[in-house]
């Protein structure tokens, strides 16, 4: 069956999806520099749960094996993220955390028996590449931290996971899924809260968090989870190769320092991805 019924859903949630990932990883940023980055996140997780279980009207958490693994990869994929944004800048982060795609690929086949078109892994290793020469050339600026973009990079494998998990449990009911695994994160963030705990909470802390849990984390979640249940893993994950352009569109704004023309090529050969792998 031709899936091009299911294109102007994916426009419509990706193109949101996308708005908001955009400015989550500098306002995680800047919530870091009030909050440790445990509590930030138990706050952001169950406020996003609180937020969804509110929507559905009932607080019904789904119990099963895979749901509670899904929580552990999404918690395990956030976790490595905050904490890798506290060492590399939030272009730098958006974009070693797009090396996902070429993770998700193959183990969407191995977890998933999903077979992937030929333009979807080219369009996944054509962005990749994108992905290595941008990285290069912050490399060659001495600007990325060995450690922030391993800790990204684990990011980048875990959120792979638990998008597979989306698709695997795409027959379960979306919104309270969702509210699971945040409910069940929010819980784990909280028992390792006391670790570096700091607080100051200001009111931009507290807007902070309040992107981060009903834009960055309930709607964004439930957005990714559409999308997961919508398209195979190969088109879902090359789509997000667009944020990493929208972030740093973004951060020259902010600084009005252009990016070297060698970055530029390899932002650009991300879009060209995303567009070989929806042909």
């Keep these: 069956m031709s899936t091009s019924k299911y294109v102007p859903k994916t426009v419509a949630y990706v193109i949101p999806y996308i708005l908001i990932s955009t400015f989550q990883y500098q306002i995680a940023q800047d919530g870091l520099s009030y909050s440790s980055p445990f509590l930030l ?93 941008y990285s290069l050339v912050v490399s060659e600026s001495q600007t990325l931290s060995v450690l922030g973009a391993t800790l990204t990079l684990l990011n980048a494998f875990f959120w792979a996971m638990y998008t597979i998990y989306y698709r695997k449990l795409r027959n379960q009911e979306a919104t309270e899924t969702v509210a699971t695994h945040l409910l069940f994160g929010g819980l784990l963030f909280l028992l390792i809260t006391p670790i570096g705990f700091r607080v100051d909470a200001t009111p931009i802390f507290w807007f902070d968090v309040a992107y981060l849990s009903i834009l960055s984390a309930a709607a964004s979640f439930l957005l990714w989870n559409a999308l997961a249940r919508l398209n195979r893993i190969g ?45």
């Design 235 to 279: 088109k879902t994950s090359t789509l997000i190769y667009s944020t990493p352009l929208a972030v740093t569109a973004v951060q020259y704004i902010e600084t009005s320092i252009l990016p070297p023309i060698a970055s530029l090529i390899g932002i650009c050969l991300m879009i060209f991805g995303i567009y070989v792998s929806r042909l």
């Design 41 to 133: 996140m138990a706050l952001r997780y169950s406020i996003a749960s609180l937020v969804l279980f509110g929507a559905v009207r009932s607080f019904r958490p789904i119990i099963n094996k895979d749901t509670i693994l899904l929580s552990l990869l999404t918690s395990a994929s956030t976790g490595f993220w905050i904490l890798g944004l506290e060492y590399v800048s939030p272009s730098e982060s958006a974009v070693l955390s797009y090396t996902m795609p070429l993770i998700a690929i193959p183990m969407s086949y191995l977890i998933l028996a999903e077979k992937t078109s030929r333009k979807e892994w080219a369009g996944a290793t054509i962005g990749f590449i994108g992905v290595i020469v």
